[in-house]
């Protein structure tokens, strides 16, 4: 299970939206053996002055924070964030420099879903990778 934010200046967000959800997912499916058909994100666009980022970052900065059950590998969690910034680049031209990826992690018994507490539900996919 995972939910996904994705943060960024409105101008330059919202014209690679459809593309860059698409990059995103991807690499959950590659790195985190997501099923492709498993794919919970949201983006918020945001106006220039509510977006307050450090000088050294372009107008193509963007924050991604992405909530998952815990009990992935460390390996597997760096494999996704090498995966993102790559991928990222390579198909939308935004360098690493401009790209921050948060892993937040809670344990399964935190979630809530479709009724039931995350630990109880019956995943058709690994979390222990």
Not at 35 to 63: E, G
Not at 65 to 81: D, H, N, T, V, Y
Not at 96 to 114: S, Y
Request: charged content about 20%.
């Amino acid at each position: 299970m995972a939910q996904i934010e994705i943060y960024g200046l409105a101008s330059s967000l919202n014209p690679i939206k459809a593309a860059l959800a698409e990059t995103i997912h991807s690499c959950m499916v590659e790195h985190f053996q997501l099923p492709a058909n498993k794919r919970f994100q949201r983006f918020f666009p945001m106006a220039a002055d509510d977006w307050l980022m450090p000088a050294d970052r372009s107008s193509n900065y963007l924050i991604i924070e992405i909530s998952c059950f815990a009990g992935r590998s460390i390996a597997a969690k760096k494999a996704l964030i090498q995966g993102l910034f790559g991928q990222i680049a390579k198909v939308h031209g935004i360098q690493p420099q401009d790209v921050e990826i948060t892993l937040i992690e809670t344990p399964a018994h935190n979630w809530g879903i479709r009724g039931v507490a995350g630990d109880e539900l019956q995943l058709p996919y690994p979390v222990e990778i």
